[in-house]
């Protein structure tokens, strides 16, 4: 079975400044998909970036970019420029690309914090 | 256009009674996901509608939980005999197609057993 790992419970970051919020997942497909979420106080879950796996290029998405190191097993976040309103819980997820049920395995999210 | 919407969206129930709760998915998305968030963890998969075909209830927790999808499109997962351990975010996601690759989630109902 797949498991998503997010070792960091809570994170903290200046304004302005840039944060890594770090995931390492474990498989033995080579064809998958990896996500962030991000979920306010809200409580609704919102996509922020996706990256698949037999693309090499990292994925960005304006301030928010991965690293995806595939043999590592490795996905983290990159927050640029982070804004007040970027605090949030941040998910981390994998979906199987095909076959069977597509439902998505999470990490159990890290707390961000961004101080002005 | 309208997003995924749940109800209710607080739920406040006695151990032992039976609840339901409601999911609106996007207008012609045909699948369909609940999951289940508790305290202080991450979403754990519950169950998958997927059109017309058998659903993939794996990650039902217990026979005591059941949902169903009526019409293709609203969904309501039903919790029998609720003890306090149900207490979490019951969260549904909705998405376009099969392989399509965002999930598209509601607001969520907080269940509370008392």
């Known amino acids: 079975a797949q498991t998503v790992t997010q070792s960091q419970p809570e994170m903290s970051v200046q304004e302005a400044e840039t944060v890594t919020l770090s995931c390492t997942y474990d498989?033995?497909?080579?064809?998958?998909?990896l996500f962030w979420y991000k979920q306010p106080p809200s409580r609704q879950m919102i996509l922020v970036i996706r990256q698949e796996a037999y693309k090499q290029q990292n994925a960005t998405e304006n301030r928010f970019s991965v690293n995806f190191q595939k043999a590592a097993k490795s996905f983290s976040l990159k927050i640029s420029d982070s804004q007040l309103g970027d605090a949030a819980m941040y998910f981390c997820?994998?979906?199987?690309?095909?076959?069977?049920?597509?439902?998505?395995?999470f990490g159990k999210g890290t707390k961000l914090t961004v101080n002005p | 256009g309208a997003g995924v919407s749940q109800s209710p969206s607080n739920k406040v129930t006695e151990k032992g009674k039976d609840v339901e709760l409601r999911c609106d998915p996007i207008s012609g998305h045909t699948a369909l996901y609940w999951y289940r968030q508790s305290l202080g963890q991450g979403l754990e998969f519950l169950i998958y509608f997927q059109g017309n075909s058998a659903p993939d209830k794996s990650g039902l927790p217990s026979d005591r939980f059941s949902a169903e999808r009526t019409g293709g499109s609203v969904s309501t997962l039903t919790i029998q005999r609720t003890q306090q351990e149900d207490s979490a975010v019951y969260l549904c996601?909705?998405?376009?197609?099969?392989?399509?690759?965002?999930?598209?989630f509601g607001p969520g109902t907080r269940l509370t057993v008392l």
């Open positions: 996601a909705s998405s376009r197609t099969r392989g399509s690759n965002e999930q598209f």
């Open positions: 997820a994998y979906r199987r690309s095909q076959g069977g049920s597509e439902k998505l395995v």
């Open positions: 498989t033995s497909e080579s064809d998958y998909y």
